[in-house]
């Protein structure tokens, strides 16, 4: 079965880095792993596949050194309805996939994550970032609002002045800032980030 999950997808490569740990990695490096429709269509398949693996208790969500996910895909936007981008929107199943996915996730963050790519770390159940992580919600600066839960999860963590503060100027957070705001659990080295992730996941899946 991993083999095929493997094979499966043309933006994620699948890895099982440790007993019951499966890991996600977003896997469009020349766009700084965007969120296009099709990446979001496939990590919606992968959580779907895990969430039936009776072999798999965590899930690592992770991308690459120089970006986690710099956010929606624009390219696909432009020239695109509102109705046609709701549309698109709804398609893409791995928002809903996250959002109700049932076993522990922890997301790993390198580099950047912005807007989307933000509010999808946002929707893991434990987020860790190297030392030159940034994030960021963006949006404003193409006259839009974060539209993927950023406008309530981050409200949540960090509480209703600081949120505006990040939504409305668009400011970048370092990862030192963000573990003060709450935003993340741990700050760790660039080489120390996936095992200090896989020890954590570990953890979980040793565990009733």
């Known amino acids: 079965r991993q083999m095929c999950i493997r094979d499966r997808y043309e933006t994620l490569l699948i890895e099982t880095p440790a007993k019951g740990v499966a890991l996600i990695r977003l896997n469009r490096p020349r766009q700084y792993n965007a969120l296009n429709s099709t990446l979001l269509v496939e990590l919606g398949d992968a959580l779907n596949h895990f969430e039936t693996d009776d072999a798999v208790g965590a899930v690592i969500i992770t991308g690459s050194d120089k970006a986690f996910a710099a956010g929606a895909d624009i390219a696909e936007m432009v020239g695109i309805s509102g109705q046609q981008m709701l549309e698109m929107v709804e398609a893409s199943t791995g928002w809903r996939a996250l959002s109700t996915f049932t076993k522990p996730t922890v997301c790993a963050v390198s580099g950047m994550a912005l807007g989307g790519g933000f509010e999808l770390a946002l929707q893991c159940d434990i987020l860790l970032a190297t030392k030159g992580a940034k994030f960021a919600l963006p949006e404003v600066n193409l006259g839009v609002i974060p539209g993927a839960g950023g406008t309530q999860r981050v409200a949540r963590i960090i509480g209703k002045s600081l949120a505006m503060e990040m939504i409305m100027t668009a400011g970048m957070v370092d990862a030192n800032t963000a573990l003060n705001y709450g935003?993340?659990?741990?700050?760790?080295?660039?080489?120390?980030?996936?095992e200090f992730t896989k020890g954590i996941a570990s953890k979980i899946v040793r565990n009733s």
Do not use: K, P
């Open 183 to 194: 935003l993340v659990n741990h700050v760790v080295a660039q080489d120390e980030l996936l």
